[in-house]
């Protein structure tokens, strides 16, 4: 079975990592967060990628989309090997920019279908106060002021001709992300519902 992907895409602190991972369970899907899948690689001592990573980290650049893309397929080919009825995957923060995006498409094209995108819509205010409350236990080295207004920025610039793309074919499922944790589940809930 071909995988079916979804993306979750949103400003920092949106709670893309929070919503995806409670709504697996409801909708049979495995949540994969590039973020997180490239800070675990990052720290991994034999890993060829990690040097790379960390130089695009402390830059804050986007890591190249050829590693990035290669992370998710291991993921993705590790959880269907375990369960082939596991071939749904939402992930999350990926593709960050048109690059990206352009990678996946040559890499994954027949490979996968990306099904819809999740936009996870929220102010600048909203995303700089989650993230500077997360900031207080996450150990996350970006989550301050000045860190998250920069990536505030990268999204506005490099995130948003993503969403304009998949707006044009008619695939953004946009969520009103200021809400609580629960108002906005429900709405997750409803795509997925809808969507099968
Ligand atoms: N919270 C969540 N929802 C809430 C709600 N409704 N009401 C009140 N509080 C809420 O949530 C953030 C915080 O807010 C948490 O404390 C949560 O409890 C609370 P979270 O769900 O963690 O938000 P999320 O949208 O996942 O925010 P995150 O900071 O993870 O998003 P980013 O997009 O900034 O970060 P990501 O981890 O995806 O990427 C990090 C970096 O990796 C990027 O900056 C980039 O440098 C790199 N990257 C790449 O290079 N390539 C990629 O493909 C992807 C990332
Ligand atoms: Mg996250």
Known sequence: MKPQVVFALGRPG??????????TE????THLSAGDL?????????SEFSQKIDECFKRGE???????????????????KNDKNKFRFLIDGFPPDVENLRCWTQVMDGEADVRFILLFDCSDE?????????????????????RVE???????????????????EGKVR??????SVTEVFDDVKSVFDREG
């Open 14 to 23: 949106a709670g893309k990592g929070t919503q995806c991972s409670s709504i």
């Open 26 to 29: 409801h909708c049979n899907y």
């Open 38 to 46: 490239l800070r675990k690689e990052r720290t991994r001592a034999d």
């Open 62 to 80: 986007f890591v190249p989309g050829e590693i990035t893309i290669t992370l998710l397929r291991q993921a993705m080919e590790e959880t269907m």
């Open 126 to 146: 909203v995303s700089i106060s989650r993230c500077l409350e997360r900031g207080k236990s996450s150990g996350r080295d970006d989550d301050n002021k000045e």
């Open 150 to 168: 920069k990536r505030i920025q990268t999204y506005l610039q490099s995130t948003r001709p993503v969403i304009a793309r998949y707006h044009k």
């Open 174 to 179: 946009a969520i009103d992300a200021s809400r």
